[in-house]
Structures are given as C-alpha cells and as structure tokens.
C-alpha cells in the first residue's frame, strides 16, 4: 500500500497550533527516504496547493502564505512526514494532504483543519 495516511488536523481557533502527521507504512524505506516529500491543501472551490517539501537531505521550503509559521519534518525510521502548524489563520482552513512533490503516489483521504476566527 502506497497510498499515504494523513492525520493530525481538527478545529482550532485563530492562532492556535496543530501538528500534522503522514505515513507511509507500505513503502520500504530504501524508497521512503530519498524522496523529496510534500504537503498539499485544497480549500472549498480552489485548486489544491502546495504548502510545503522537504527533500532527503531535509532541505525545507514554503509557500510565502506559511513561512515563519509553519514547519515541515521527516522521520526516515518511521516513515513519517510531519507539519508543524503555528499562528493558524483562517485562510489555513483546507483538507490537508501528502505526497511526493511529484504527485504520483496515490492520494489519501486528507485530514481536515478548520481554522476559526
């Protein structure tokens, strides 16, 4: 099973924080590890967007909307990806999903983050 699992969204009020967590427990780790991960999100009646990547070598980026407030991780042992949520906005409220940054693993559900105000 390549398809990631997302979890880790709810609903919080502006300015909270929430963390993020995606796993990839059906792919070995020869393969997890040199990917270049990503974090996806898609807001009601927009495109999906991408949020944030991390390659193996643990180079981070962001899109300017999120920088300074949101952090992206990996745990290679675990198989894991993670995204550190902090000072949430509103404008944050998104189904949040991960993938390569290449976006040819099958997609998960998503984790729904609602961000109040």
């Known amino acids: 099973q390549r398809r990631p699992v997302e979890s880790g969204g709810g609903l919080v009020q502006e300015g909270g924080s929430l963390r993020l967590s995606c796993t990839a427990s059906g792919m070995i780790t020869s393969t997890f590890n040199p990917i270049t991960w990503a974090w996806f999100r898609q807001a009601p009646g927009k495109q999906r967007e991408l949020v944030a990547t991390i390659t193996g070598g643990r180079d981070a980026n962001y899109v300017d909307s999120v920088k300074g407030r949101f952090t992206i991780s990996r745990d290679n042992a675990r198989k894991r990806v993670y995204l550190q949520m902090d000072s949430l906005k509103p404008e944050d409220t998104a189904i949040y999903y991960c993938?390569?940054?290449?976006?040819?693993?099958?997609w998960g559900q998503g984790t729904q983050v609602t961000v109040s105000s």
């Open positions: 993938n390569r940054d290449t976006r040819d693993l099958p």
